[in-house]
């Protein structure tokens, strides 16, 4: 159970203002592509969990707006999942300097992975996210997940690796019929 | 204990690109001779790439929830009206 939440990287009122800034740009882009309002409710959605990782990490380069660079990504993902468009989607210098890491795209059988993982070991996904992915330190995760020691924390970080490889084992779950 | 959380940390360094190139060849040419490290750093990569989904899932679902709301709540009429407008 979290004691605290952790700063989310951008305020809801930041997300929010994107939405009413660059929303509409990409509807009428998914429209002149033949897709309807689902479609781009969903590919926004997924181009802002890529815009706000890439924020975490410090990979923004954005080079004329924020909303010119969610666009981008948002092209970006539409030819991947629709590759016949690719012709029709022009990118200009800076959208074609995007780049989008295969590591965003889950394979397809990823999600069952997940759900296993989130069943049976859900407090270490937690640690390890705000440890990797947050990059919070270990004393703000030891603050968060309600660990007496930042030493107690680093000590279960380790254990959950040992952990999360075991529930996969447990499960008889070959990793290689996910992967490879 | 110790040995062990020191060689995840070593191991992280190496796999999160936070090490010197010379620390990186020393470390990568250590590997090639010990296999326990080798499998560290697989099992690493691998709760790495796992812990990644989980957070991209996670990230999403507060997305989502700030996306009904504004394809619902009244407070956002005129936003609600013109994406109405692009697809009719």
Known sequence: ????????????????ELYLSTFPRVAAFVKSMQGNLEDARDIFQDALVIYLEKAQRGQLAVYQSEQSYLLGIVKHLWIRKFRRDAPKVSLDDAEQTINLEDAYFPLVN?????????????????????????????????AFLGFKSERSATVQKYKCLEKLRNVVKEKSISYEEFFE | MRNSLNEIR???????????????????????????????????????RWSGLYHRQQ??????????????????????????????
């Open chain 1, 110 to 142: 990823e999600t069952r992975l997940l759900q296993i993982l989130e069943q049976s070991g859900k407090r270490c996904l937690d640690l390890l996210r705000a440890f990797y992915y947050q990059n919070l330190s270990m004393k703000k995760i030891a």
């Open chain 2, 10 to 48: 070593e191991a992280e360094q190496f796999m999160l690109g936070k090490m010197s190139p010379g620390d990186q060849l020393l470390y990568q040419a250590r590997t090639l001779t010990h296999p326990g490290l080798r499998q560290r750093l697989r099992l690493l990569k691998r709760v790495y």
């Open chain 1, 1 to 16: 159970m979290l004691l605290e939440t952790p700063e989310p990287v951008l305020p809801h009122a930041h997300l929010e």
């Open chain 2, 59 to 88: 990230l999403k679902q507060d997305i989502c929830q700030l996306e009904q709301r504004m394809f619902s709540h009244p407070d956002y009429q005129s936003f609600q009206n013109q994406i109405q407008t692009i697809f009719k």
